[in-house]
């Protein structure tokens, strides 16, 4: 079993202390820590600190790097993962924008890692609409965030900006590395799941009533495999599964972007109860009721994330999964969908009369191409089990 690798990026910001203890931790788990230290973070912390907890050599500079030993892609090739502790608005925002001015935002613009940042700056510079841009646009490209927590801050002021504790961000982290064991280890597998939400006006919306329980658990499954998995998920309340590394996202514009971002993958498994239409345009204030009598809201019809993912060319999943909701016809609807759809197996449920979305057991066919299974009732844990090993048959 090979050791894990980070690359942890040190940005400069009051909280850059905190990512010694990270790096304490994860040195405790034996993961490999290879640090990199903005100009700004060596304000804050100093290399040497770095380089003793991390047991190795603290970059900061892109041209004092030697390019024909540890150049800074091969810097990005070594890690399985990227961390940035703090997160400052700064960095965020280079990222967001791909700008490559230094050693740190070049190589997370060279990388094709998976990215965690841990947030941390003033309230109001994290509320300031110029980074939630920045966090959506990161998002919306894969990044996963932890944090930041609310609560009292340097600056003397209150309020959402704070860093993650060590401790959360290093739960974070150990979710997001790929596991170095299991038949699925070293494959990157993506899922999504819940339902979107699709704006109708700042306070309204067109949803469903996907919980989200089945591709959760699904992420989870392949993700005890030992894969790596990007769990792609609308508005839902469930907890992230040990081992996953989760994007939120609302709209299914916003899902069909993230699991592009997401790509290259080994398989994708399309378990979201995607809207399938959405208002033509969302109104930017609050409809009122009025004399004009109740509004129209027309809709137009959203992208099919699935017949997108099964048809990427040569970037396509090795294998791509879609889910059937019927309410009847089940067999026949699914065969049509799995034709339609150009995926490689469909799982069909009956969600007639209310009974699957929601609850903790369902009962499913499993279609391929070449026949069906019919499986008993069971947990969505137990199903998701069933079909995580059947992945691991196909890609080991
Ligand atoms: N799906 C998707 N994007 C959409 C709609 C559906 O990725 N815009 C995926 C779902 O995640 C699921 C599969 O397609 O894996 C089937 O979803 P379902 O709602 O059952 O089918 P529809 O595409 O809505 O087809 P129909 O209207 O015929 O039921």
């Given amino acids: 079993m090979s050791q894990a690798r980070v690359l ?36 804050f912390v100093t290399p040497l600190s770095l380089a003793a907890l991390s047991q190795d050599e603290v970059r900061g500079d892109l041209f004092a790097l030697d390019e024909s030993k540890m150049g800074h892609i091969e810097l990005s090739r070594s890690a399985d993962l990227i961390v940035v502790v703090p997160a400052t608005a700064d960095l965020m925002a280079k990222a967001a924008h791909g700008l490559a001015d230094d050693l740190a935002s070049t190589t ?35 990044v996963v965030f932890v944090g930041p927590d609310e609560g009292a801050m340097a600056c003397d002021e209150f309020g959402p900006g704070r860093l993650a504790s060590p401790e959360a961000i290093f739960d974070a982290v150990m979710a997001m590395l790929p596991s170095h064991a299991g038949p699925l280890a070293g494959r990157h597998v993506l899922v ?19 919980s989200g329980k089945q591709g959760f658990a699904i992420a989870a499954a392949v993700a005890d495999l030992g894969a790596r998995v990007t769990l792609i ?28 971002a997401a790509l290259p993958a080994d398989a994708a498994v399309c378990v979201a109860a995607v809207s399938d239409w959405r208002p033509g345009a969302a109104f930017k204030v609050k409809l009122k009721k009025g004399h004009a009598g109740p509004p129209v809201v027309t809709l137009v019809e959203n992208p099919d994330i699935l017949a997108g ?19 009847n016809d089940l067999e026949t609807n699914a065969r049509a969908k799995l034709s339609r759809k150009g995926c490689d197996w469909i799982i069909a449920n009956d969600v007639g009369g ?12 499993f279609i391929t191409r070449e026949g069906l299974e019919r499986w008993a009732k069971s947990s969505k844990t137990e199903i998701a089990r069933r079909i995580a090993q059947k992945i691991a048959q196909v890609l080991t």
């Avoid at 209310?354 to 066919?365: D, T």
């Fill in 8 to 43: 942890l990026i040190v940005g400069g910001g009051i909280a850059a202390y905190k990512a010694l203890e990270l790096t304490r931790l994860l040195r405790a788990a034996d993961v490999a820590v290879r640090p990199i230290l903005t100009a700004a973070g060596a304000q």
């Fill in 108 to 142: 997370l613009l060279a990388t094709d890692k998976a990215v965690l940042m841990a947030p941390a700056m003033n309230v109001r510079m994290w509320g300031h609409p110029a980074t939630r841009r920045n966090l959506a646009t990161l998002r919306a490209d894969g």
């Fill in 192 to 210: 999504t799941a819940g339902p979107t939400a699709e704006p109708i006006d700042p306070v309204r919306m067109l949803t469903n009533r996907s």
């Fill in 233 to 260: 998920s609308g508005p839902v309340a469930l907890p992230t599964p040990r081992g996953v590394g989760r994007v939120d996202v609302e709209t299914a514009i916003q899902m069909q972007a993230a699991c592009a």
């Fill in 309 to 327: 993912l099964a048809a990427t060319g040569p970037r396509r999943p090795k294998l791509v999964v879609g889910f059937a909701a019927e309410t």
């Fill in 354 to 365: 209310g009974a699957v979305m929601g609850a903790n057991e369902n009962e499913v066919l």
